[in-house]
């Protein structure tokens, strides 16, 4: 089985990303660490064959929280391994490549969005091209499309509340979601398309 090192990109060191954790183990060992425990220099084990970067009440657009960032920006800069953003972590992996970022007009809190899939690639394998599928959304920013192409990203899916749902890089194995896939259940609406899109990651990016 593959292992991962899933960041935990949560301001509160109390906040439980277990979801997250359980949805990425039925793929994958995990080993976690929280983004203040990394230090400058800091390099991931060799046997790690993914990196996920987790979810957060950071908000991209404020610069302070950027800044409780820059080490782990700086591993990004430095990593060929398969990366999974999620939600806040996309909105970091794009931010890290060049991208820019603006505040939704209406958030977008504990809800199930029908998301537009534009490419069938790894992520999106087994989904139909142009059709919407519904994933969970937990977000007040987003990644602006218009800086996508600079960054070297490709638009995967998008929706009606958000130009940017998900990317990957041209060149190296990085992906971002704005949705979380791990999250299934929302006010007693089940869809479980999410952890196919995290099957996928690990089955047709991570391999081994």
């Not at 391994?81 to 007009?105: F, K």
């Not at 919407?132 to 602006?144: E, K, N």
């Not at 791990?182 to 089955?203: M, P």
Request: hydrophobic letters at 40%.
């Amino acid at each position: 089985m593959t292992k991962s090192l899933v960041i935990n990109c949560s301001l509160d060191r109390r906040a439980n990303i277990e979801e997250l954790l359980g949805t990425i183990k039925k793929f994958s060992d995990c080993i976690t660490v929280r983004f203040g425990d990394i230090r400058a220099g800091y390099e991931i084990e060799k046997d790690v064959d993914a990196v996920v970067l987790s979810g957060s009440k950071a908000r991209i657009v404020n610069p302070s929280h950027r800044d409780m960032f820059k080490v782990t920006v700086d591993l990004i800069h430095h990593l060929e391994t398969p990366i999974l953003g999620i939600c806040y972590g996309h909105q970091l992996l794009c931010w890290s490549l060049g991208c820019e970022a603006a505040s939704l007009t209406e958030p977008m809190i504990d809800r199930f969005e029908q998301v537009r899939i534009l490419e069938v690639d790894e992520i999106f394998a087994g989904f139909e091209e142009h059709k919407t599928i519904p994933l969970a959304q937990s977000h007040y920013d987003y990644v602006m499309k218009d800086s996508l192409d600079s960054a070297r990203l490709v638009l995967l899916a998008d929706s009606r509340s958000c130009e940017v749902e998900a990317i990957k890089h041209k060149h190296k194995p990085f992906y971002g979601v704005q949705f979380h896939p791990e999250r299934t259940v929302i006010n007693g609406h089940t869809f479980l398309e999410g952890h196919r899109v995290v099957e996928n990651f690990f089955k047709n990016v991570v391999k081994r």
